[in-house]
């Protein structure tokens, strides 16, 4: 047969396009499939709980040192109340999420071991009288002598928490130690010195006070009162005292408030002196000179005491010898 036969159009390649295709479709279908197959599922598992549990913190605050025998001083006890938030895993304080609270209204007895030492007023006080201090119970602490002694609280606790109502009993302790803060000094000082036809004697006396101060350091001022003699065998003489100034205390009581320790530091003083020899090379004339008496140092007990020292003296060109008594005694602070 003659002539030309029709031709499928392109009915190959059709098909092998659309194959192509479902090829693709199927192949990203198994991909997703596959994916979804292989997903793991991660599980959350959530924090332990924690805990809270109502604690009571409780404090004394002693006055600060020295605390002299004859004064009164504030003695304060704080109670804290505690939302303590602990932390299941670990077993420790969340202090970040603890709340604290003032404690008012608890009931604080008071009593001191050594009463001749100090007391405390009053017996009993609650907390939160004090509107700007609601956690504070302020007792007052008269130190009556030197001495050391213990202060001792009893606080009872009444609150509640989720449970209920919440009973506690704390005691606390503290020493105080009470020492003397104020001294009276006398110092008697006796010094001579003896040459061929002349004696030379100067007497003095220095009284004054020491007081402490914020450190404990005590520290005082006299004034001097001197006395100045001459004896000679071939003529009369005249001293007189033109300047006393004042002696300077200084001391300090021992950590332990059992000693005490003293200086005395004095300045010189000037004397005047006019005489008139009857024999040898009569005649008469006048001079000054000063006199400047030893630094002494003395060791006593906290308590008081006296001792004597030995001193000397520089009067001009004579080195006078002799002793001062001391006497050293507590005096009560006002």
Not at 95 to 102: G, P, V, Y
Not at 142 to 152: F, P, W, Y
Not at 311 to 329: D, P, Y
């Amino acid at each position: 047969m003659s002539g030309n036969y029709p031709t499928r159009p392109n009915s190959y390649s059709s098909l092998s396009r659309f194959l192509t295709r479902r090829r693709f479709v199927f192949l990203a279908l198994a991909l997703i499939l596959g994916a979804g197959s292989i997903t793991q599922t991660v599980s959350v598992q959530a924090a332990p709980p924690s805990a809270t549990a109502v604690t009571f913190f409780a404090d004394v605050f002693l006055p600060k040192a020295p605390i002299c025998a004859g004064s009164d001083y504030s003695v304060r006890v704080t109670i804290t109340k505690l939302n303590e938030v602990v932390d299941a895993a670990t077993g420790q304080t969340d202090w970040k999420s603890t709340l604290a609270f003032a404690a008012s209204g608890q009931s604080v007895k008071s009593s001191v071991q050594d009463s001749g030492i100090g007391t405390l007023t009053p017996a009993q006080l609650m907390t939160g009288w004090d509107v700007d201090a609601p956690d504070e119970a302020v007792f007052t602490f008269h130190a009556n002598k030197r001495g050391s002694t213990q202060l001792d609280f009893t606080i009872d606790i009444e609150d509640y928490d989720r449970k209920g109502p919440l009973h506690e009993t704390m005691k606390l302790g503290r020493q105080i130690q009470v020492v003397n803060c104020k001294y009276r000094v006398t110092i008697v000082s006796t010094l001579a010195a003896s040459f061929p036809n002349l004696t030379a004697l100067v007497m003095g006396v220095a009284e004054g006070e020491m007081t402490a101060d914020a450190n404990g350091n005590l520290a005082g001022t006299a004034k001097e009162n001197w006395d100045t003699y001459l004896f000679s065998e071939c003529g009369s003489h005249t001293t007189n005292v033109v300047s006393s100034p004042n002696v300077t205390f200084t001391g300090a009581v021992s950590q332990d408030g059992s000693s005490l320790t003293v200086v005395a530091a004095y300045q010189p003083f000037n004397v005047q002196h006019s005489f008139q020899l009857s024999c040898g090379a009569a005649g008469g004339s006048s001079d000054s000179a000063s006199v400047g008496p030893t630094v002494l140092h003395m060791d006593l007990s906290a308590a008081g005491g006296s001792t004597v020292q030995s001193q000397t003296a520089q009067w001009g060109e004579l080195n006078l010898k002799g002793s001062a008594a001391i006497t050293v005694v507590p005096v009560e602070s006002k």
